[in-house]
């Protein structure tokens, strides 16, 4: 009688097929093993790549979200202030007599420039709307925080290297010696850099903000919310429930998803062809720039609210038929409430898209120099990364800075955007 638990010889058929598979089966197993290595390597390899460009942004913009400030006593005279109407007194005098008191020994032309270098142009605006915002102040000497010129800074916050030979920095001897004596008397401080969300574009980077671009990104987006949505679901519908499938629908299609992959910068030779030249519209106006990236948003939105539409069960569709619903009820009262996540969803990714082109803003004119936030649609504006383009091409070393915290703050807005739809998604979606 054979015994079933003896191996058979090694010589064995039946032994070498078993051996065989066994090799084999190892192969394959340290090959799936080798597989999710390298799947958790390009992982790896693509989060430390994020975490250093993410770094070298933060580590870049630090300094724009600090500014420093000096403290000076202005004396408001009432003979160089009218109270009736105080927004038209003469406050750069009174800033520059401030600081000259600080050093009463300076009396040299040379030297009493080389103070007034020390404050920015922006201080005078500032004691400005504070005596405007409170004229019981005229006739009152008053402590006032003031910002420093973009040099001063610079240097406070190490960025101008004072070892450095004067022929080589911004900064002069004598300045570094009257910043160094207001330290010591304890009239330097910095703070966070609250202008950066304040107030609008400047010519002096300690003064420039981010104000006027992120409302003119509000309304950028508002209009094409406005525009590319309503427009986008109608024909997802349309194509998707009611239109005949024929070639006139195919090709409809073929060129909607084109569409989604065509450079920005051609829709934004469409908006300076149609909008601007044929139309007249007025250059630099959010109105333009919305309808500009709604055409660029609608391809999105279209495909994305199709593929919701798609993903809801056909009996959905025929029970709502099967007791007497017509087409549109069906698809109003039924299908689009349980495609609303997708179409949600593939909103949200389109306008953060939307929120993050340059080209098509640059070809219609969004990059002037504004220096107020604009009062509608139809006032000139800016938008963020317009607002990054032109800070990236100023000279000022102040800019440098200022343009990292905008990026900064351009990618926060994407990753709410982005994190709002997911939450969305989760948040409504149904499985079948």
């Known amino acids: 009688m054979t015994d ?247 090709l409809i299609e073929v060129n909607i998803n084109n569409l989604a992959a065509v450079p920005s910068i051609v829709f934004g030779l469409l908006g300076l062809a149609v909008f601007l030249g044929f139309f007249g519209l007025p250059r630099s106006a959010p109105l333009v720039g919305g309808m500009v990236l709604s055409l660029m948003t609608l391809p999105t939105i279209i495909i994305a609210t199709r593929a919701a539409f798609k993903a809801v069960p056909p009996s959905i569709r025929e029970a709502a038929l099967g007791i007497g619903a017509s087409r549109i009820q069906t698809v109003t009262h039924h299908v689009l409430p349980l495609a609303m996540p997708g179409i949600l969803t593939g909103t949200i990714i389109g306008l953060a898209q939307a929120l993050g082109e340059t080209a098509p803003l640059l070809l219609i004119g969004m990059n002037a120099f504004i220096t107020a936030a604009p009062e509608g649609i139809m006032t000139p504006s800016t938008a963020l990364p317009t607002q990054i383009f032109i800070w990236f091409d100023s000279p000022e070393r102040g800019f440098v800075a200022r343009t990292s915290a905008a990026i900064m703050v351009l990618l926060g807005f994407l990753i709410l955007m982005n994190a709002a739809a997911v939450i969305l998604r989760r948040r409504f979606e149904r499985t079948w």
């Open 4 to 250: 079933i638990t003896s191996a058979p010889p090694a010589t064995a058929p039946g032994w070498s097929r078993s051996a065989a598979a066994a090799r084999q089966l190892q192969r394959r197993h340290r090959a799936d093993r080798r597989l999710r290595l390298y799947g958790i390597a390009a992982i790896a390899i693509a989060l430390s790549l994020l975490v250093i460009l993410l770094t070298s942004i933060f580590v870049a913009s630090w300094t724009a979200w600090t500014q420093t400030q000096v403290r000076i006593d202005v004396t408001l005279d009432p003979a160089e202030i009218d109270a009736a109407d105080p927004f038209r007194a003469r406050y750069q005098n009174a800033v520059r007599d401030a600081i000259y008191q600080l050093f009463p020994e300076v009396e040299s032309s040379a030297d009493q420039r080389a103070l007034r270098d020390l404050l920015s142009n922006g201080a005078q605006f500032q004691v400005r709307d504070m005596v405007v915002a409170d004229p019981m102040l005229i006739g009152q000497t008053v402590s006032v925080w003031v910002p420093v010129s973009d040099p001063i800074d610079q240097l406070r916050k190490g960025v101008i290297d004072r070892t450095l030979p004067p022929e080589r920095r911004r900064v002069s001897d004598q300045e570094i010696a009257y910043f160094d004596a207001l330290v010591e008397q304890d009239r330097i401080r910095s703070v966070f850099n609250t202008t950066l969300f304040t107030a609008a574009d400047s010519r002096f980077p300690e003064l420039a903000g981010l104000k006027g671009a992120l409302v003119g990104s509000f309304y950028l987006l508002l209009v094409c919310f406005l525009l590319s949505v309503p427009i986008g679901v109608a024909a997802a519908v349309y194509l998707e429930e009611f239109a005949p499938k024929n070639r006139w629908t195919d």
